[in-house]
């Protein structure tokens, strides 16, 4: 009896496992649909893991900024609350006179930013790559290089004047220095063995360095515009202090004289904002460009 049953009981789970000849097997859907939501939500908590663990010191910082002037610690007559520093910004913001400043600066160190690329890069992939240019040119490289542009600030006044030209070239002069400089060294530190392996294949000077010298300097590149970036934030302050009527560092020297503090912490969180932005646009073009020139 005990046999009976116990080929009873095996015999539909033979028979649904070895079905008959011609029968349509019978497929047992698959529950895969809770996966997709799943998935979303994990990748959204990951996402709101990052966030906060990336903005957390932010958010110390400003509760810091809040508390300390209100519980006494720094006197809040020259380090405001940061709410009436928010305040501030919005009145400056809703009156007009941020926008104006902001459009002043961002002109200003977009164009010497711009000119410093047009000129610097070409100039150092000629010195990096041709030993005459560098032979040449290398003396007056050195002596420059260790001159500071706040220095020279006085000379670019005295010779083009108190106008948007010596402005310029002044951001224009700071910024070509580390693009300058990180080309050299992009073009100098090519793998030997690359060109040699690319000469060796029948590659003429022109191609070698259009296929082989330049991509492989363009990481460097893009590190010395990234530098450039925010130095073209760093002494537009400087270059907009002396003899200017409009800009963000014009704002915060006029704020400091007129003892409108709060106006002046507002200038600074704004120029602040402004280079977290030019360094994020930079960002976003350098991957950009390096995606396609791993793909290419």
């Not at 990748?43 to 509760?63: D, E, P, Q, T």
């Not at 519980?71 to 709410?83: A, H, I, K, M």
């Not at 000129?119 to 990096?128: D, E, F, H, R, S």
């Not at 934030?233 to 270059?239: D, E, G, K, S, W």
Request: proline content about 7%; overall charge positive.
């Amino acid at each position: 009896m005990a046999d009976t049953l116990a080929a009873r009981g095996a015999t539909p789970r033979a028979a649904s496992q070895n079905p008959a000849p011609g029968a349509t097997p019978r497929v047992t859907p698959k529950n895969t649909a809770p996966a997709a939501p799943a998935r979303k939500r994990r990748a959204g908590g990951g996402l709101v893991a990052l966030l906060a663990r990336r903005s957390l010191a932010l958010v110390l910082l400003a509760a810091t900024w809040e508390l300390l002037p209100r519980t006494g610690v720094v006197d809040r007559v020259f380090v405001p609350p940061l709410s009436e520093v928010l305040a501030a910004w919005y009145d400056l913001l809703a009156g007009g006179q941020l926008l104006e400043h902001f459009q002043a600066s961002l002109i200003r160190s977009v164009s010497g930013f711009g000119l410093a690329i047009v000129l610097a890069i070409p100039l150092g992939l000629a010195i990096g790559w041709y030993r005459p240019v560098a032979d040449f040119l290398t003396p007056v490289l050195e002596l420059f290089r260790n001159t500071s542009p706040v220095a020279l600030l006085p000379v670019f006044i005295l010779i083009l004047g108190l106008g948007e030209t010596s402005k310029i070239t002044f951001i224009l002069y700071a910024c070509a220095w580390p693009i300058l400089l990180n080309t050299i060294g992009g073009v100098r530190t090519v793998e030997p063995l690359l060109i040699k392996s690319a000469r060796s294949m029948g590659l003429g000077p022109l191609r070698l360095f259009r296929k082989v010298i330049l991509p492989a300097a363009v990481p460097a590149v893009f590190t010395g515009v990234r530098l450039a970036g925010a130095y073209s934030i760093l002494v537009l302050l400087f270059a907009e202090m002396v003899g200017a009527k409009a800009g963000l560092g014009y704002l915060v020297q006029d704020a400091q004289f007129s003892f409108r503090i709060p106006d002046m912490y507002a200038g600074i969180i704004t120029i602040s904002v402004l280079g977290v932005l030019f360094n994020l646009l930079l960002l976003t073009v350098e991957r950009r460009f390096s995606t396609w020139r791993t793909s290419a």
